[in-house]
C-alpha cells in the first residue's frame, strides 16, 4: 500500500501544491476527472480553513497530510496545532441566506461533508487531527 | 491566477484564467466590484480559462447576487467545464445563476 506524508507551512500560495499533491497520489485510483477533483477540492477546503481559521495564516505552523491507501479507499489526515475546529458550530449552509446577506464563507466544510464518506475531527499530544475516508 | 476584463457594449466580459482559490479570492472579487460599479446590464464570466474553483471563488459570486439583482445586472457564466460546473451544481449555485455554453447566448440574456 502506498503511504505518504506531507508537511508544509500554513501560506496560501501553497494550497496549489497541496492540490498537485493530492492529485498525483490518487493517481493509481483511476478515478474520472470529476471524482478526482471532488477529492482534491475537498482537501483544499479543508486546508484552506485550517491555514486561515485556525493558524491565522501564520507561516511558521505546518500542516501535516497524511495520505493513506487502503483496499476499500483513501484515508487523508491533516494534523495541525492551531485552534482546533469546533464542529458542534457546524450548520448546513442555507444558500439563500448566503446571497441575502452577501457571506463570502463558510461552504467549505458543505463540500468536504457532500464528497467524504466520513470526516471526523480529534485532537491527540495536543495535534487536531482531521480524518477523512473516501470509498473508492 | 489572472482576470481579464473587457468592456464589450453594454456589459462587461471577465475572464479567470487559472485557479481561484483561497489564495487569489480577493482579486476576483475585486474585479467584480469594479464590474458591477461600472453600472452596465451585466456581468458575463468567460470560464474557458478557469481551470478550478473552491468555495472561496464561488463565495465571490455568490455574495453579489443580491446588489447585482437590485441593481438590475444580470451575471451569467459561459465556456464553463464539466469539471467546473459540477462544483456549481454540488454547492446550489448552478440554480442562483445562469450558466450558457456560449458567449452569444451570455450576450443575449444580458442584453434581453
Known amino acids: 500500500m502506498n503511504n505518504q506524508t506531507l508537511k508544509i507551512a500554513c501560506k496560501l500560495d501553497n494550497l496549489r501544491n497541496i492540490r498537485e499533491y493530492i492529485a498525483s497520489f490518487c493517481a493509481s485510483k483511476r478515478l474520472s476527472e470529476i471524482e478526482l477533483n471532488n477529492i482534491v477540492l475537498a482537501i483544499d477546503e479543508i486546508c484552506a480553513n485550517l491555514m486561515i481559521h485556525s493558524n491565522k495564516c501564520d507561516e511558521n505552523k505546518e500542516l501535516e497530510l497524511k495520505l493513506i491507501e487502503e483496499t476499500d479507499g483513501l484515508k487523508f489526515e491533516i494534523l495541525d496545532q492551531g485552534k482546533a475546529y469546533d464542529t458542534t458550530k457546524y450548520i448546513t449552509p442555507d444558500l439563500n441566506h448566503y446571497v441575502k446577506t452577501a457571506k463570502k464563507g463558510g461552504l467549505g466544510m458543505m463540500i468536504v461533508k457532500k464528497v467524504m464518506d466520513s470526516v471526523e475531527f480529534s485532537e491527540k499530544n495536543g495535534k487536531n487531527i482531521c480524518c477523512m475516508f473516501k470509498r473508492v | ?112
Open chain 2, 1 to 112: 491566477m489572472q482576470v481579464n476584463a473587457t468592456k464589450e457594449g453594454h456589459l462587461i466580459v471577465l475572464e479567470p484564467i487559472g485557479e481561484l482559490d483561497a489564495s487569489c479570492s480577493v482579486q476576483m472579487d475585486n474585479e467584480l466590484a469594479a464590474a458591477i460599479a461600472e453600472n452596465t446590464k451585466g456581468v458575463a464570466i468567460n470560464c474557458s480559462g478557469l481551470e478550478y474553483i473552491s468555495s472561496a471563488g464561488l463565495g465571490v459570486f455568490i455574495s453579489y447576487i443580491n446588489e447585482m439583482e437590485q441593481k438590475n445586472q444580470k451575471l451569467v457564466f459561459f465556456n464553463m467545464s464539466e469539471k467546473i460546473k459540477h462544483v456549481f451544481e454540488m454547492v446550489g449555485i448552478a440554480q442562483l445563476v445562469q450558466i450558457v455554453a456560449e458567449k452569444n447566448e451570455a450576450i443575449a440574456i444580458i442584453n434581453e
